[in-house]
């Protein structure tokens, strides 16, 4: 089962991430742009999401994906690591939000993994 380390070990293989602790839980940032949370007990993470995609994503996987009444107003959705179903689709989505926080030269010169990922 996937945990919070498998969101670490990821999110420190993208280029540019520091880890820094906020609100006493790990956040990851690319070039001081948050793009990662793993609050509370480390079964989710919040990752960056445009809102119309989120509602799609909410939609279609509500098992998988919801946002808690605080986040509603943000363009941020949180993950259920149970409910994934590999580290393939942890690394998708990982890699989506680091490229929405990234500056644009950084996002475009990075060319992850082929297929399996990590």
């Not at 480390?42 to 009444?69: M, N, Q």
């Amino acid at each position: 089962m996937l945990d919070a380390e498998d969101v670490r070990r990821i999110a420190m293989s993208l280029p540019g991430t520091a880890e820094k602790e906020m609100w006493g839980h790990p956040t990851f940032h690319v070039v001081n742009r948050m793009y990662i949370t793993v609050p509370g007990d480390g079964t989710s993470f919040a990752v960056r999401c445009p809102r119309y995609e989120r509602d799609e994503l909410i939609a279609a996987e509500p098992h998988k994906f919801w946002v808690p009444p605080h986040e509603a107003g943000s363009s941020w959705v949180r993950a259920r690591l149970a409910t994934l179903e590999d580290i393939g689709e942890l690394y998708d989505i990982l890699v989506d939000s680091w490229r929405q926080a990234a500056p644009a030269d950084l996002a475009e010169s990075f060319v992850p993994p082929g297929p399996g990922r990590p």
